[in-house]
């Protein structure tokens, strides 16, 4: 089972970045997948999960109307679309599997991570 991200880098705030997630191993009808991001000295957080089950996404209050999940099946890649960067997005972004967006603590799979940084 892999996760890989890939898609960050240097941006300015208020600009936009994609981030992929390929997954192996399985597929994104057996997992739900999340982004999660850790910035410096913080803890890791959850930014939003896209439900196998049903394809719905859901987001953490501070990215909402800024980032959307989607999913291209075939291609067994989850997509995060970032818009309007702020500066505290900076952090290294995470994908994960888990069953149904269950949270950190029953996240099953991890990928290494892609750092998104946030220049003003």
């Known amino acids: 089972v892999q996760l890989v991200e890939s898609g960050g880098g240097l941006v300015q705030a208020g600009g936009s970045l994609r981030l992929s997630c390929q997954v192996s191993?399985?597929?994104?009808?057996?997992?739900?997948i999340s982004w999660f991001r850790q910035a410096p000295g913080k803890e890791r957080e959850e930014v939003g999960c896209?439900?196998?089950?049903?394809?719905?996404?859901s987001y953490d209050a501070s990215v909402k109307g800024r980032f959307t999940i989607s999913s291209d099946n075939a291609r067994n890649t989850v997509y995060l679309q970032m818009n309007s960067l702020k500066l505290e997005d900076t952090a290294v972004y995470y994908c994960?599997?888990?069953?149904?967006?269950?949270?950190?603590?029953?996240?099953?799979?991890w990928g290494k991570g892609t750092l998104v940084t946030v220049s003003s």
């Open positions: 994960a599997a888990d069953l149904d967006c269950g949270g950190i603590r029953f996240v099953d799979y």
């Open positions: 191993g399985f597929t994104l009808d057996d997992y739900s």
């Open positions: 896209l439900m196998s089950s049903d394809g719905s996404t």
